[in-house]
């Protein structure tokens, strides 16, 4: 059975930062690419980052580059979004995703606000 679990959310201020961590089981991790993605109330849920498997090369979101960073640990299976310089935008379930067979974490909210 494929399992993602997030962790790390919660309430914080604008400015702040946050880092989000995602661990997996229930499949080779180091061979699949690993995403966030987020949904804000009343909006459609949107990629936030993504992490390859080879290299590590990584994508993101226009209006979170050069503020978040996605990073993983093959070793721990886990997958990590650090977040700063958040701003009430940003509020929202984030969500992790992996390519294999498409699973999805239950989510976790990310609440920016002073």
């Known amino acids: 059975q494929v399992h993602l679990v997030e962790s790390g959310g919660g309430l914080v201020q604008p400015g702040g930062s946050l880092r989000l961590s995602c661990t997996a089981s229930?499949?080779?991790?180091?061979?699949?690419?690993m995403s966030w993605y987020r949904q804000a109330p009343g909006k459609e849920r949107e990629l936030v980052a993504v992490?390859?498997?080879?290299?590590?090369?990584?994508n993101y979101a226009g209006s979170v580059k050069g503020r978040f960073t996605i990073s993983r640990d093959n070793a721990k299976n886990t997958v990590y979004l650090q977040m700063n310089s958040l701003k009430p935008e940003d509020t929202a379930v984030y969500y992790c995703?992996?390519?294999?067979?498409?699973?999805w974490g239950k989510g976790i909210l990310v609440t920016v606000s002073s």
């Open positions: 995703h992996t390519n294999f067979g498409g699973y």
């Open positions: 229930g499949f080779t991790f180091s061979s699949y690419a």
């Open positions: 992490i390859f498997s080879a290299g590590g090369r990584t």
